[in-house]
């Protein structure tokens, strides 16, 4: 058991060596930006003095290294400093995007997880029987279509049409549980379509190779029950890149979804980032970037222990 | 380079359309109407009904937004402006100054000195009572170097901005200015109580904002003590922030919204026939030339431009790339609605045989003339360029189209290359629209003609206050620009709304869409 915390605690440290890393790359791809950071806030009606003022207020004049440490230690302690555009805080700015988002990307994820897996099981034992080749054909035509269009697809039929869900996603703060997953009805599904194809088929192609192994063969010779055979034998050892392949579409629901915000007009980070590139808002763009950065670390760091536990021979490496 | 670019882009097409254009009787402010109604209603027919919940879907929010009127440039920041706040001028639906927070004024006999009357008895949203101060201290923000305001362009000519009394104002120009009460409807210029936090939202205007998330929705309830009888008139009015067309489109067919700024021309047609939708649209003075550089070969000469003039089959134009919602152009700025709009100048017509008439005098040979473009100057301007090739080609003239990239089309392909299609949104006043354009010493001017006589008599007209003698002045450079200028200008756009057909007196405006951008104040529920 020491050997699996030293692992996991291996783990962690890489994943925050990585963020560190991140955090650094941020920086210097902001600094990178063509120009001279003041003028380029102020664009083309930038004057001497204002610029001056701009580099005074943003420390400019100071060497990097310590432009950077003064941000980071800011950003140990959760404070991103405030947006150049509007003056507010980061924090207020960015945490009920962040929250839009993360709800939008949990309810997408609670359909699809379940049901890219099971469809993904069933395949996998029913190989290429007509409910594997149904399903293949389904999600592949799901995952192939951009999301906007499947959005707007859906849009035309469930709100135009039928009326049962709202075209808009507006969120009023004081909508209870029940109204807010009404409003995102259509963002989810549109987000269920088109991750579900991905995971279902590497689940499928996972748990296929895992049954074709000898010993699935010998537990079938041996007579062990169908039940058992998947459950215990195959989908342990099947665990690992399914966990991956999950955690991948799990951050591609936090970080990836700009299109289907835009479609639904749903207030979420993506919007947020690109608002605040266009503006030049570089204390936000930085702020969104560590977000997203940690989500994509994080989740992964979380299907590399999952892999681990999942797996005995990496649970007890040699 | 990214931030001229990104500023031309806003400037020029980006945000705001803009036109105007004045009349000339009602900008000496003759005083306020007597008509129980507001001025600018004064013909309508039924009587406004009160109360209701107006949600109104527009483009151009960003997180990044506030309340902020100074660096205002999109839609959602004009609508929001005049939720809020109220100008000392309001442009009127029939393109006259209508009296706003200012009840009256009066020119000096050489138009530099203007002596504006401040209406009584009108209360910010604070409770404070609007003064002369006020008025001031709020025009004063938008002047100076450092002043991030959108007007500031026209407010430089502003030498002084003083208070003649507690109700009074008296605004100095450097050179006479007869559409002074034009500049002053911008939607930047609102009027402040003196000494107020920028970002509070605290105007004289219709609806108090209550709600304000920036990129998502602005809330107002109705102001009770708004001084304007018949405006106002629902009890609540959110703007939301919806840029994607189809998204806009979607939530008004589901009753999401009650009114959709800017309907997409693509399916506007198939819109307008689902029941409970009304079309609203306005001709404007948005428009797209062709622009030829006059200071090089072959544009240089007079009759190379007449022939490539001529050649443009701009009905045809119109038709096909603005599918019909839009103007045919007359190879000058002033689009027709404009009051200084050269009426008796004739309308130019497709005439291949004209165009090989003049290509021939200027010695053509048939050679490729190349014409740059992109959709960056404007969504069909591709189309546009291929259209007149094919136009073109009959009058046996070769246009060679160069598909130019997007980025950085207004740094390294507008006033550089010789004949390259562009954008240019409406200005307010005939004035502005030639001397930002047209003037030899323009910093846009961008097909670079130079014509002395023309600056002379465009400075002669600015200052002129007999309506007559300025119709004509302007009849004069509207002619000169045609037949001379490097210009060639197919045509004008039209601003397209859409709204639900309980959404009463959607007054239209020259000047911008959504009502001039004063739907929340104009509209009414059907009872």
Same mark, same amino acid.
């Given at each position: 058991?020491?050997?699996?915390?030293?692992?996991?605690?291996?783990?962690?440290?890489?994943?925050?060596?990585?963020?560190?890393?991140?955090?650094?790359?941020?920086?210097?791809?902001?600094?990178?930006?063509?120009?001279?950071?003041?003028?380029?806030?102020?664009?083309?009606?930038?004057?001497?003095? *204002?610029?001056?003022?701009?580099?005074?207020?943003?420390?400019?004049?100071?060497?990097?290294?310590?432009?950077?440490?003064?941000?980071?230690? %800011?950003?140990?302690?959760?404070?991103?400093?405030?947006?150049?555009?509007?003056?507010?805080?980061?924090?207020?700015?960015?945490?009920?995007?962040?929250?839009?988002?993360?709800?939008?990307? *949990?309810?997408?994820?609670?359909?699809?997880?379940?049901?890219?897996?099971?469809?993904?099981?069933?395949?996998?034992?029913?190989?290429?029987?007509?409910?594997?080749?149904?399903?293949?054909?389904?999600?592949?035509?799901?995952?192939?279509?951009?999301?906007?269009?499947?959005?707007?697809?859906?849009?035309?039929?469930?709100?135009?049409?039928?009326?049962?869900?709202? *075209?808009?996603?507006?969120?009023?703060?004081?909508?209870?549980?029940?109204?807010?997953?009404?409003?995102?009805?259509?963002?989810?599904?549109?987000?269920?379509?088109?991750?579900?194809?991905?995971?279902?088929?590497?689940?499928?192609?996972?748990?296929?190779?895992?049954?074709?192994?000898?010993?699935?063969?010998?537990?079938?010779?041996?007579?062990?029950?169908?039940?058992?055979?998947? !459950?215990?034998?195959?989908?342990?050892?099947?665990? %690992?890149?399914?966990?991956?392949?999950?955690?991948?579409?799990?951050? !591609?629901?936090?970080?990836?979804?700009?299109?289907?915000?835009?479609?639904?007009?749903?207030?979420?980070? %993506?919007?947020?980032?690109?608002?605040?590139?266009?503006?030049?808002?570089?204390?936000?763009?930085?702020?969104?970037?560590?977000? !997203?950065?940690?989500?994509?670390?994080?989740?992964?760091?979380?299907?590399?222990?999952?892999?681990?536990? *999942?797996?005995?021979?990496?649970?007890?490496?040699? | 380079?990214?931030?001229?670019?990104? /500023?031309?882009?806003?400037?020029?097409?980006?945000?705001?359309?803009?036109?105007?254009?004045?009349?000339?009787?009602?900008?000496?402010?003759?005083?306020? @109407?007597? @008509?129980?109604?507001?001025?600018? =209603? #004064?013909?309508?027919?039924?009587?406004?009904?009160?109360?209701?919940?107006?949600?109104?879907?527009?483009?151009?929010?960003?997180?990044?937004?506030?309340?902020?009127?100074?660096?205002?440039?999109?839609?959602?920041?004009?609508?929001?402006?005049?939720?809020?706040?109220?100008?000392?001028?309001?442009?009127?639906?029939?393109?006259?100054?209508?009296?706003?927070?200012?009840?009256?004024?009066?020119?000096?006999?050489?138009?530099?000195?203007?002596?504006?009357?401040?209406?009584?008895?009108?209360?910010?949203?604070?409770?404070?009572?609007?003064?002369?101060?006020?008025?001031?201290?709020?025009?004063?923000?938008?002047?100076?170097?450092?002043?991030?305001?959108?007007?500031?362009?026209?407010?430089?000519?502003?030498?002084?901005?003083?208070?003649?009394?507690?109700?009074?104002?008296?605004?100095?120009?450097?050179?006479?200015?007869?559409?002074?009460?034009?500049?002053?409807?911008? /939607?930047?210029?609102?009027?402040?109580?003196?000494?107020?936090?920028?970002?509070?939202?605290?105007?004289?205007?219709?609806?108090?904002?209550?709600?304000?998330?920036?990129?998502?929705?602005?809330?107002?309830?109705?102001?009770?003590?708004?001084?304007?009888?018949?405006?106002?008139?629902?009890?609540?009015?959110?703007?939301?922030?919806?840029?994607?067309?189809?998204?806009?489109?979607?939530?008004?067919?589901?009753?999401?919204?009650?009114?959709?700024?800017?309907?997409?021309?693509?399916?506007?047609?198939?819109?307008?026939?689902?029941?409970?939708?009304?079309?609203?649209?306005?001709?404007?003075?948005?428009?797209?030339?062709?622009?030829?550089?006059?200071?090089?070969?072959?544009?240089?000469?007079?009759?190379?431009?007449?022939?490539?003039? /001529?050649?443009?089959?701009?009905?045809?134009?119109?038709?096909?790339?603005?599918?019909?919602?839009?103007?045919?152009?007359?190879?000058?700025?002033?689009?027709?609605?404009?009051?200084?709009?050269?009426?008796?100048?004739?309308?130019? #017509?497709?005439?291949?045989?004209?165009?090989?008439?003049?290509?021939?005098?200027?010695?053509?040979?048939?050679?490729?003339?190349?014409?740059?473009? @992109?959709? #960056?100057?404007?969504?069909?301007?591709?189309?546009?360029?291929?259209?007149?090739?094919?136009?073109?080609?009959?009058?046996?003239?070769?246009?060679?189209?160069?598909?130019?990239?997007?980025?950085?089309?207004?740094?390294?392909?507008?006033?550089?290359?010789?004949?390259?299609?562009?954008?240019?949104?409406?200005?307010?006043?005939?004035?502005?629209?030639?001397?930002?354009?047209?003037?030899?010493?323009?910093?846009?001017?961008?097909?670079?003609?130079?014509?002395?006589?023309?600056?002379?008599?465009?400075?002669?007209?600015?200052?002129?206050?007999?309506?007559?003698?300025?119709?004509?002045?302007?009849?004069?450079?509207?002619? =000169?620009?045609?037949?001379?200028?490097?210009?060639?200008?197919?045509?004008?756009?039209?601003?397209?709304?859409?709204?639900?057909?309980?959404?009463?007196?959607?007054?239209?405006?020259?000047?911008?869409?959504?009502?001039?951008?004063?739907?929340?104040?104009?509209?009414?529920?059907?009872?």
């Amino acid at each position: 058991m020491p050997d699996l915390v030293r692992l996991i605690g291996k783990r962690l440290l890489f994943g925050l060596l990585t963020l560190f890393a991140v955090s650094v790359l941020v920086f210097i791809g902001t600094e990178l930006l063509p120009g001279d950071l003041a003028e380029v806030i102020l664009g083309q009606t930038a004057t001497p003095e *204002a610029v001056a003022a701009i580099r005074a207020k943003l420390n400019l004049g100071d060497p990097a290294v310590l432009r950077y440490w003064r941000w980071f230690s %800011g950003v140990l302690v959760g404070d991103f400093g405030n947006s150049l555009a509007s003056g507010r805080p980061i924090t207020t700015v960015l945490l009920p995007r962040l929250q839009a988002t993360l709800f939008l990307a *949990a309810t997408a994820a609670v359909i699809a997880v379940p049901l890219a897996i099971a469809l993904g099981l069933l395949s996998a034992l029913w190989r290429d029987r007509t409910f594997d080749k149904t399903t293949s054909a389904a999600t592949l035509a799901a995952i192939s279509m951009p999301e906007f269009f499947i959005g707007y697809l859906l849009v035309y039929v469930f709100a135009v049409q039928l009326g049962w869900f709202p *075209a808009i996603s507006r969120i009023s703060p004081s909508a209870n549980f029940g109204q807010k997953l009404w409003a995102i009805a259509l963002p989810a599904l549109t987000l269920t379509l088109v991750t579900t194809g991905h995971m279902m088929r590497m689940t499928r192609a996972a748990v296929v190779q895992v049954l074709s192994a000898p010993y699935i063969e010998m537990a079938e010779l041996k007579g062990t029950p169908r039940r058992a055979i998947i !459950f215990r034998h195959a989908l342990p050892n099947a665990i %690992g890149p399914i966990a991956n392949v999950v955690v991948l579409n799990l951050a !591609f629901l936090v970080v990836g979804v700009i299109l289907v915000e835009v479609v639904f007009v749903y207030p979420g980070m %993506g919007q947020l980032m690109v608002d605040a590139v266009s503006k030049r808002d570089i204390p936000l763009i930085q702020a969104c970037a560590i977000v !997203f950065a940690i989500t994509y670390v994080g989740l992964n760091m979380l299907a590399d222990i999952v892999s681990i536990l *999942a797996n005995p021979r990496l649970r007890h490496p040699r | 380079m990214s931030r001229f670019d990104s /500023y031309d882009r806003l400037l020029r097409q980006g945000a705001l359309d803009r036109r105007g254009f004045g009349r000339l009787a009602a900008m000496l402010g003759a005083g306020a @109407s007597l @008509s129980t109604l507001w001025p600018g =209603m #004064a013909g309508a027919q039924e009587e406004p009904k009160k109360g209701g919940d107006l949600a109104i879907g527009i483009t151009g929010g960003a997180t990044t937004d506030t309340l902020n009127p100074l660096p205002s440039t999109s839609s959602l920041h004009a609508a929001t402006n005049f939720m809020w706040g109220n100008c000392l001028v309001e442009y009127g639906s029939d393109g006259s100054a209508v009296p706003e927070l200012a009840e009256s004024w009066e020119p000096s006999a050489d138009a530099k000195t203007w002596k504006f009357n401040i209406r009584k008895g009108v209360t910010f949203h604070d409770g404070k009572e609007l003064t002369a101060e006020d008025v001031v201290w709020s025009l004063n923000l938008h002047r100076g170097e450092n002043t991030e305001s959108g007007a500031a362009g026209y407010m430089t000519s502003v030498t002084d901005v003083k208070a003649d009394g507690s109700h009074a104002v008296i605004i100095t120009l450097d050179s006479g200015n007869a559409d002074l009460p034009y500049l002053l409807t911008d /939607y930047h210029l609102l009027i402040m109580p003196k000494d107020s936090e920028l970002t509070a939202g605290i105007g004289t205007g219709p609806y108090k904002i209550t709600e304000y998330d920036p990129g998502v929705r602005v809330f107002g309830e109705l102001n009770e003590n708004y001084f304007k009888p018949g405006r106002g008139n629902y009890a609540t009015v959110e703007l939301l922030a919806i840029n994607d067309p189809a998204a806009r489109t979607a939530a008004l067919q589901t009753g999401q919204i009650n009114v959709m700024e800017r309907a997409d021309p693509k399916t506007v047609e198939l819109l307008s026939r689902a029941p409970g939708i009304a079309i609203h649209r306005a001709a404007g003075g948005g428009h797209y030339p062709l622009l030829m550089r006059c200071d090089t070969a072959p544009f240089d000469n007079v009759d190379f431009r007449l022939g490539l003039k /001529y050649a443009a089959d701009r009905a045809d134009i119109v038709d096909k790339v603005l599918r019909g919602l839009g103007k045919v152009g007359n190879d000058h700025p002033i689009p027709s609605g404009d009051p200084f709009f050269a009426k008796n100048l004739e309308q130019r #017509a497709y005439d291949p045989d004209k165009a090989k008439f003049h290509m021939k005098k200027a010695g053509y040979g048939g050679e490729a003339i190349p014409l740059s473009t @992109s959709d #960056a100057a404007f969504s069909g301007a591709v189309d546009t360029a291929v259209l007149y090739q094919q136009h073109a080609a009959k009058a046996g003239i070769t246009i060679d189209v160069i598909r130019e990239p997007s980025d950085g089309y207004w740094n390294d392909v507008w006033m550089k290359k010789p004949f390259s299609v562009s954008y240019w949104g409406g200005r307010p006043t005939a004035d502005l629209m030639l001397t930002v354009a047209y003037k030899s010493d323009a910093a846009w001017n961008d097909t670079f003609w130079r014509r002395p006589d023309f600056d002379k008599i465009l400075l002669e007209a600015r200052a002129e206050l007999d309506p007559a003698k300025r119709t004509a002045m302007y009849a004069e450079l509207q002619g =000169m620009i045609r037949d001379d200028g490097g210009a060639l200008i197919p045509m004008f756009n039209d601003f397209v709304d859409a709204a639900v057909d309980t959404v009463k007196n959607f007054e239209l405006s020259p000047q911008y869409g959504l009502a001039g951008m004063r739907a929340p104040e104009r509209v009414w529920m059907e009872g």
